[in-house]
């Protein structure tokens, strides 16, 4: 947060009917258990709630203003509107086309978030930054990130999400980004979006520029690399990957997990850089490439910002690592799973030179009519490269029995912790992973205690 916001600014860039005194806030808020002291609270309605109801709430808490969809006797200003999700969006798009600086759009099934607070590191040292917090990358998300964008900043980083056709067009005709990353595409809302072919479909809309001036920067690696550069509008196309003739080429990845830290080499213009990142992901090297090539696109000597990779902080339970008792470690990767991130994650975990490789899975969401063949396609994976394959949740059944008697079925969380919590022995890695609806990160935090 850079600085305060005049609510009589905020009332007309909202279409909004100011009902009391102008006064300043120090942000934006629509929950109000998170609520901070100073805050405009922004009354949502959806399906099964309806913010008003919580207003009261939020006035104790410190909220200084209060938007909603109809009149009432407030305490303190009060802004009416039609549709309280309508004021957001206004008030998004009039402060996004005020904006002076670049705007960097970044989606994709796996990275998103990891790939923003990549790109913020890299321009920490040189430039102010607005990003979008946590992972607020949908419909309500994405217009409540740009609610506190102004030219305070030099450049905004916006994550744009989907799980339903049609959504990256109009976050994008939200965020009008100038640069967008694509960073991979893979089977993940499949119940929403049908095929991987509609997923790199729907990905490829934010190559849909609004001026000639676009910059699109693509996984090279991907099979849709071609297909995404045959139908963007951008003036320019730059690439990173594994593959040779990617502009940004990524080689020679190696873990360590006692350092916690990932190196490789990057080649660029023919020049081999050696980089390191924290954390023990395979994949990060990647974003970290597609990172620099945001960089590169802004016009940025990327020589002077790849040192900065050594001071990413990314995101909590992506690869987390803990040290356990007897010398072993729990990665925690419960953030949010698909069959491809699993796969990655397995990557990971074979890649350490730990003797006992543990993998603690929950059920992968959101996959429609293909979730059982998913699944037993991971256990396919997982069976030559993990020692022990312990799931949680029905869906599991087959593929735990194709694992073999490594493979171990559980319904519960109470029970699966107590089994893990008795196998681990000295020289056991154990990663933790599932869609972010099974939870998890309350099995990993149990096993942190062991």
Do not use: W
């Given at each position: 947060?850079?600085?305060?916001?005049?609510?009589?600014?905020?009332?007309?860039?909202?279409?909004?009917?100011?009902?009391?005194?102008?006064?300043?806030?120090?942000?934006?808020?629509?929950?109000?258990?998170?609520?901070?002291?100073?805050?405009?609270?922004?009354?949502?309605?959806?399906k099964n709630f309806d913010g008003k109801d919580f207003v009261d709430e939020a006035i104790t808490k410190g909220a200084q203003a209060v938007v909603a969809d109809n009149y009432f006797d407030s305490k303190v200003p009060l802004l009416v509107v039609k549709d309280t999700e309508d004021f957001l969006k206004d008030l998004a798009l009039a402060n996004r086309l005020e904006f002076k600086g670049p705007v960097i759009g970044v989606t994709g099934s796996n990275g998103k978030t990891s790939s923003k607070e990549i790109i913020a590191s890299l321009l920490s040292s040189g430039m102010t930054y607005h990003k979008t917090i946590g992972n607020n990358n949908n419909q309500i998300g994405l217009p409540l990130?740009?609610?506190?964008l102004d030219n305070t900043y030099d450049c905004s980083i916006l994550e744009l999400g989907t799980s339903s056709p049609g959504e990256i067009s109009l976050l994008?005709?939200?965020?009008?980004?100038?640069?967008?990353?694509?960073?991979?595409?893979?089977?993940?809302?499949?119940?929403?979006?049908?095929?991987?072919?509609?997923?790199?479909?729907?990905?490829?809309?934010?190559?849909?520029?609004?001026?000639?001036e676009g910059v699109l920067i693509l996984n090279k690696d991907s099979r849709y690399f071609d297909y995404w550069k045959d139908t963007t509008n951008a003036k320019k196309v730059v690439s990173f990957g594994?593959?040779?003739?990617?502009?940004?080429?990524?080689?020679?990845?190696?873990?360590?997990?006692?350092?916690?830290?990932?190196?490789?080499?990057?080649?660029?213009?023919?020049?081999?850089?050696e980089c390191s990142i924290p954390g023990v992901g395979l994949y990060n090297p990647l974003n970290a490439a597609g990172a620099l090539a945001v960089c590169f696109s802004m016009g940025l000597d990327i020589n002077k910002f790849v040192g900065n990779l050594k001071k990413v902080d990314l995101p909590q339970r992506r690869l987390s690592l803990?040290?356990?008792?007897?010398?072993?470690?729990?990665?925690?990767?419960?953030?949010?799973?698909?069959?491809?991130?699993?796969?990655?994650?397995i990557d990971t975990l074979s890649?350490?030179?730990?003797?006992?490789?543990v993998i603690v899975l929950g059920e992968m969401l959101e996959l429609g009519k293909d979730?059982?063949?998913?699944?037993?396609?991971?256990?396919?994976?997982?069976?030559?490269?993990?020692?022990s394959f312990i799931c949680l949740g029905e869906i599991w059944e087959e593929g735990v029995h194709h694992f073999g008697e490594d493979g171990v079925l559980f319904l519960s969380k109470e029970e699966l912790i107590d089994h893990v919590s008795s196998i681990i022995e000295t020289d056991t890695v154990i990663l933790v992973k599932g869609s972010r609806s099974t939870r998890m990160d309350i099995v990993s935090d149990k096993l942190k205690d062991f």
């Open positions: 947060m850079q600085g305060k916001f005049e609510l009589l600014d905020i009332a007309k860039k909202g279409k909004a009917k100011l009902h009391g005194n102008s006064l300043q806030v120090n942000g934006f808020s629509i929950d109000s258990r998170t609520l901070q002291h100073g805050e405009i609270y922004i009354a949502l309605k959806g990130s740009l609610a506190d994008a005709s939200i965020a009008k980004p100038d640069i967008a990353l694509i960073t991979n595409v893979s089977k993940s809302h499949l119940s929403g979006l049908g095929s991987i072919d509609l997923i790199a479909e729907e990905k490829g809309c934010i190559g849909t520029f609004e001026s000639n594994t593959k040779k003739g990617s502009d940004f080429q990524v080689t020679s990845i190696a873990v360590d997990f006692s350092r916690n830290c990932t190196s490789f080499i990057l080649i660029n213009q023919d020049k081999e850089t803990h040290n356990l008792s007897k010398g072993s470690v729990l990665i925690d990767d419960s953030y949010n799973a698909n069959p491809e991130s699993v796969k990655n994650s890649a350490s030179n730990y003797q006992n490789k979730a059982d063949k998913l699944h037993k396609e991971v256990s396919e994976y997982a069976k030559t490269r993990v020692d």
